[in-house]
């Protein structure tokens, strides 16, 4: 069964700092991969994904994914975070055919001044 | 442009009562819809998934159920809540596209099970 692992569960960033945040997949076969962003009190938005083609995918707001196929990750990158970027983030993984699109477990993320 | 409502936002509900969420989606036609549950550090289990009217798929044994009478109309419901029902719903839909679809979610229901 798939699975995904996002090791971090809460991140601690000052404005302008860089951000990583990791995310790794089990699953043997071609994957779908997407990142969410959950902003207070908002809802789950769609912040990048990938298909298929260039494996540096770029999202909005600045933030970018790479996927290493060799290295089951599909991790989440941002050159200089700012304090709106304070969210939970969520990495999920869709396999071919018809499965399910499975969640980590998010990082949350907080900016502080 | 395709958007996605969920009602009630907040619901409070006690042990032993019936629940209905309703979830409508506008701008799209034969979508798949979705119900999740989103615990706190623990992301989101997928509940049910529906690829047509009547069509639904069970992902986890629950005291829950959903229906799908209508194209762009999704239920979940519960004829008695448990306490462990708890939690924050989501609903979400895509369109399929040679397997590489994106699902787009809801603005949820916070439910509160006393």
């Known amino acids: 069964a798939q699975s995904v692992s996002q090791h971090n569960h809460h991140v601690i960033l000052s404005e302008a700092a860089s951000l990583e945040l990791g995310c790794n997949y089990s699953y043997g076969g071609t994957v779908n991969l997407f990142w969410y962003v959950q902003y207070p009190g908002q809802h789950l938005q769609l912040l990048l994904k990938?298909?298929?083609?260039?494996?540096l995918v770029k999202g909005i707001k600045g933030f970018e994914a790479e996927f290493i196929k060799s290295k089951f990750s599909f991790n989440l990158r941002k050159p200089s975070v700012q304090w709106s970027d304070t969210a939970e983030y969520f990495c999920a993984v869709k396999g071919s055919g018809n499965t399910p699109l499975v969640f980590g477990k998010g990082t949350r993320l907080s900016v502080i001044a | 442009s395709q958007t996605i409502h969920q009602w009630p936002a907040t619901l409070v509900q006690p042990v032993g009562s019936p629940l209905s969420l309703e979830c409508t989606v506008e701008?799209?036609?034969?979508?798949?819809l979705y119900w999740y549950r989103q615990a706190a550090g623990r992301g989101l289990q997928l509940l049910f998934y529906?690829?047509?009217?009547?069509?639904i798929s069970s992902e986890v044994p629950q005291n829950l159920s959903a229906s799908r009478p209508q194209d762009r109309q999704f239920i979940l419901s519960s004829k008695k809540l448990l306490l462990s029902d708890s939690g924050f719903y989501l609903c979400?839909?895509?369109?399929?596209?040679?397997?590489?679809?994106?699902?787009?979610f809801g603005p949820g229901t916070r439910l509160t099970v006393l």
């Open positions: 979400a839909w895509s369109v399929s596209s040679g397997g590489a679809d994106t699902q787009y």
């Open positions: 529906s690829v047509g009217i009547g069509q």
């Open positions: 990938y298909f298929s083609g260039d494996p």
């Open positions: 701008g799209t036609s034969n979508p798949n």
